[in-house]
Every structure is written in C-alpha cells, then in structure tokens.
C-alpha cells in the first residue's frame, strides 16, 4: 500500500507550477509539502485527491492509476482542506456523522460522542455550529480525524485556527495515526513529533519551472 | 446507494426546515406574482380564465429559478461539495438526491397552492386538477434542468443572471404543454392526453440525463 507520485507537472491558469515532481508515501510515513506562498501547494493537494488534472505525470494508489480506480482510492483517502466542511445550521454532532457516513464508514454515535469529547467539544455537541468560534468550527471538521479509518490523510493547513491544546491534541492524533501504519501529507510549518515512522519534507520551490512563470517578463 | 440517497435528502431537508424563510420565500413569490396580474390587467372573469394557464406557468418558472442558484452555492462555499466529490459516492445519486429535495421543497409546494390560482382566476375545478396534475409533472423537469445550470455557473461571479439566461430558454417546452394542457382542458373538445404523454416524456428523459450531465458539470466546477 503506497502512493506513488512521478513526473508530475500541474499549470494554473497559464502559470507552470511545478514540473517533474516524484516521490513515494510508504505506511508509516509523514509528508510534508513546504514552499513559499502560490508555489502550488494546494494545487498539488487537490490533484493528489484527484480533484484537479495534472498535465502531465501520474499518480498511483497500490501500484494502480486513481483516476482509474476513484472509488478504492477514495476510501482510503481522508482529504481536510481549508474550508471546514460543516454546516452551520447542524449540530456539531450531526455534522460528524453526516461526513462519517457519507465517506463510507460505519455509524456508531457512541464514537462520534467520544471523538468530539476528545477533541474538546464535550457539551457543545448538539449546539448549531454557527454558534461555536473559528476554532471549535476547525474542531468539528477535525473531530473526523479521530473516527476515521483511512489510510491516507491529506490534510491542508489543519493547524490554522487552533489554539495550543488542539495544536497538541492534533499532532497527537496524526502521529498515532502514523504509529498504526497510516500515511499523511500536510501542508504546515507546524512540526509534529513521531513516536515512530518516518518524516519526508518535499519543498515546492525546488520543482518550480522558471519557463513557464508570467512573472519571468 | 440507496442509503447515500436518503442521507443527503434527509440533510437538505433538515437544513431547509431550520431555515424555513428560504421555502416560503419561493412560495409567496408565486402567490405574488399570480396575484399582480389581475391588478394590473383587469378583473374580467373571462380575460383572467384565459391568461391562467400562463400566468401559472411562468410563475411558477420563475419561482423555481429563484431557488436554484442556492441549490450547490451553499454548499460549495462551505466546503461540503467538495467533500462530497471525494466520497467513494457516485456522484450522480448525490446529485439526484440534491434535485430531488429541491423539488420537494420548491416544486411541490407550487402543486399544493395551485387552487389559490384557481380561485384568484374564476376557474372550475375540473381546470385546477389539471393545472395540479400538470404542475406535479413538468416541476420536478424544472428542478433537474436548473441542476444543470446551477452546476454550470457554480462559483462564477453573477452567476444567479446568467442561470436565467441559460435555463430559461430551455424551460420552454414545458411551458408550452404545461399550459397548452391546461388550456385545452378548458374546451368542450379538449384532449389533454397528448400534452400528458409529452409532458411525462420530458420527465423521463430528464430524470435519465440531468443527474449525469449536472455531475459533469460539478466536476468542472469545481476543478
């Protein structure tokens, strides 16, 4: 089980991002994409879930291309990207379950209960969303980390709007994750210590292609 | 698959219900605009019967178009959309699901308040059974159309105009028969079967087509 990234170039607009970007995320391993702000790093993420087309290159879930096999690599993908997914009109706990199941996963509210108490929601479960601060909002969204079984994360900036204690318990979370044999790509600054498995650092600015920039004029 | 279904008619229901002024916003707009036209045309019994089917038909285009720029803007905006084009769901019962609770939120209320017409515009009964049969098939083709438009102008700027000028005209066909039946049904002569049977056609091939060419059109939305 592992993603296999090679060759892969991906345009915005008409501006070349990156070209000729490789790299391979085993079990027990954590990514982590770095590079200066616009140098494509949620370009790179979207195209990693399949979102956006990559002009060139491929992408390999267990050895097989995932635009040909979407729905095995769905399952095993979790994608959390800057927006939280959440409905402001749900309750925190409707909300968890609404996105547990509908990335295909089995509901037991005793979990989704315990998931939001973890992550410091306890007695803000059935309050609207809309209700709650940034930060509890960014709870809620990451409250599925817990609860979900992929094996493949890729989470954009998960640490934006958390306060010290969620930054804690999160990196917590990704590095038990990793601990039983998961594999992660994140886009932060933040470090996140392992008790086990690997850290990679891939910097976008290395892979920018000069040709393609607008800017170069 | 058929739990997908349910789950995310079950959501748009419950987000609609805890934001009910959306719903009645599309109801009271018809009834409004229903209204106005014999304020402003007369109130000739024979003159008001013979613009009804029309009337009722355009007003109940119009209302259903005011609806569907909402129909994914919410949900993009917030990140659900594109959560829900990653999970190993197909994405055309996703979309069906989202079509379908529009309907029932925005469709079939104009079917129930038919009658108001019927009152307002000195009709028999016999004419608002038909306006309500009519109304119950040609909607929901409303409500799947404008999908496809709705996923078409996602996440553009004015988007909610130019769904107007590219849903509207292909609206027409079920105005036409919409209210042709109705019309119809008002003469002695009258055959409405033919409008019925097209009507129903138009329902059919919609309900084949409009989820796939509406996820399609997701996809590149949102790429």
């Given at each position: 089980?592992?993603?296999?990234?090679?060759?892969?170039?991906?345009?915005?607009?008409?501006?070349?991002?990156?070209?000729?970007?490789?790299f391979q995320l085993s079990p027990k391993q954590l990514l982590f994409l770095e590079g200066k702000n616009g140098s494509?790093?949620?370009?790179?993420?979207?195209?990693?879930?399949?979102?956006?087309?990559?002009?060139?290159?491929?992408?390999?879930?267990?050895?097989?291309?995932?635009?040909?096999?979407?729905?095995?690599?769905?399952?095993?993908?979790?994608?959390?990207?800057?927006?939280?997914?959440?409905?402001?009109?749900?309750?925190?706990?409707?909300?968890?379950?609404?996105?547990?199941?509908?990335?295909?996963?089995?509901?037991?509210?005793?979990?989704?209960?315990?998931?939001?108490?973890?992550?410091?929601?306890?007695?803000?479960?059935?309050?609207?969303?809309?209700?709650?601060?940034?930060?509890?909002?960014?709870?809620?969204?990451?409250?599925?980390?817990?609860?979900?079984?992929?094996?493949?994360?890729?989470?954009?900036?998960?640490?934006?709007?958390?306060?010290?204690?969620?930054?804690?318990?999160?990196?917590?979370?990704?590095?038990?994750?990793?601990?039983?044999?998961?594999?992660?790509?994140?886009?932060?600054?933040?470090?996140?210590?392992?008790?086990?498995?690997?850290?990679?650092?891939?910097?976008?600015?290395?892979?920018?292609?000069?040709?393609?920039?607008?800017?170069?004029? | 698959?058929?739990?997908?279904?349910?789950?995310?008619?079950?959501?748009?229901l419950k987000l609609a219900l805890r934001r009910r002024s959306e719903v009645f916003t599309v109801l009271f707009f018809?009834?409004?605009?229903?209204?106005?036209?014999?304020?402003?045309?007369?109130?000739?019994?024979?003159?008001?019967?013979?613009?009804?089917?029309?009337?009722?038909?355009?007003?109940?285009?119009?209302?259903?178009?005011?609806?569907?720029?909402?129909?994914?803007?919410?949900?993009?905006?917030?990140?659900?959309?594109?959560?829900?084009?990653?999970?190993?769901?197909?994405?055309?019962?996703?979309?069906?699901?989202?079509?379908?609770?529009?309907?029932?939120?925005?469709?079939?209320?104009?079917?129930?308040?038919?009658?108001?017409?019927?009152?307002?515009?000195?009709?028999?009964?016999?004419?608002?059974?038909?306006?309500?049969?009519?109304?119950?098939?040609?909607?929901?083709?409303?409500?799947?159309?404008?999908?496809?438009?709705?996923?078409?102008?996602?996440?553009?700027?004015?988007?909610?105009?130019?769904?107007?000028?590219?849903?509207?005209?292909?609206?027409?066909?079920?105005?036409?028969?919409?209210?042709?039946?109705?019309?119809?049904?008002?003469?002695?002569?009258?055959?409405?079967?033919?409008?019925?049977?097209?009507?129903?056609?138009?329902?059919?091939?919609?309900?084949?087509?409009?989820?796939?060419?509406?996820?399609?059109?997701?996809?590149?939305?949102?790429?």
């Amino acid at each position: 089980m592992s993603l296999i990234v090679s060759d892969l170039q991906c345009t915005r607009g008409n501006r070349q991002l990156f070209s000729e970007l490789n790299f391979q995320l085993s079990p027990k391993q954590l990514l982590f994409l770095e590079g200066k702000n616009g140098s494509g790093k949620t370009t790179l993420i979207r195209t990693l879930c399949g979102l956006f087309i990559a002009d060139k290159g491929n992408i390999l879930w267990q050895n097989q291309p995932i635009e040909e096999h979407l729905e095995v690599y769905r399952k095993a993908l979790f994608y959390l990207g800057h927006l939280n997914a959440i409905k402001g009109d749900l309750s925190a706990l409707e909300n968890l379950r609404f996105n547990h199941l509908m990335s295909g996963q089995k509901n037991n509210d005793d979990d989704l209960l315990d998931a939001l108490e973890r992550i410091g929601l306890f007695g803000y479960e059935d309050f609207p969303t809309r209700e709650l601060s940034q930060g509890q909002k960014r709870r809620v969204a990451l409250a599925r980390l817990i609860v979900n079984k992929s094996p493949l994360w890729i989470l954009d900036e998960p640490f934006v709007a958390l306060d010290v204690a969620a930054v804690e318990l999160l990196q917590q979370i990704i590095s038990q994750h990793i601990e039983v044999g998961g594999m992660a790509i994140l886009t932060t600054h933040q470090a996140v210590p392992l008790t086990e498995g690997e850290v990679q650092h891939i910097n976008l600015d290395d892979f920018a292609t000069k040709s393609g920039r607008v800017t170069d004029a | 698959m058929l739990n997908t279904f349910w789950m995310i008619l079950k959501r748009d229901l419950k987000l609609a219900l805890r934001r009910r002024s959306e719903v009645f916003t599309v109801l009271f707009f018809f009834i409004i605009v229903v209204s106005l036209f014999p304020l402003g045309v007369g109130f000739n019994e024979k003159m008001l019967q013979e613009i009804a089917p029309g009337v009722a038909w355009i007003a109940a285009l119009l209302a259903s178009m005011l609806a569907l720029e909402r129909l994914f803007a919410n949900d993009y905006v917030d990140g659900t959309l594109e959560q829900m084009l990653l999970t190993p769901q197909p994405l055309s019962i996703l979309v069906f699901a989202k079509m379908t609770a529009h309907w029932l939120l925005t469709g079939l209320p104009l079917v129930l308040v038919a009658p108001v017409v019927g009152v307002l515009y000195h009709l028999e009964a016999e004419t608002v059974i038909t306006m309500m049969l009519m109304l119950l098939l040609g909607t929901p083709v409303l409500s799947m159309i404008g999908a496809i438009g709705a996923a078409l102008t996602l996440g553009l700027r004015g988007g909610g105009v130019l769904i107007s000028l590219l849903i509207l005209p292909l609206y027409i066909p079920v105005l036409v028969y919409g209210s042709g039946a109705i019309a119809e049904s008002r003469l002695q002569s009258g055959n409405i079967e033919p409008h019925i049977l097209l009507l129903s056609a138009f329902l059919l091939l919609s309900l084949i087509f409009s989820p796939w060419a509406t996820a399609s059109a997701l996809k590149i939305s949102l790429e």
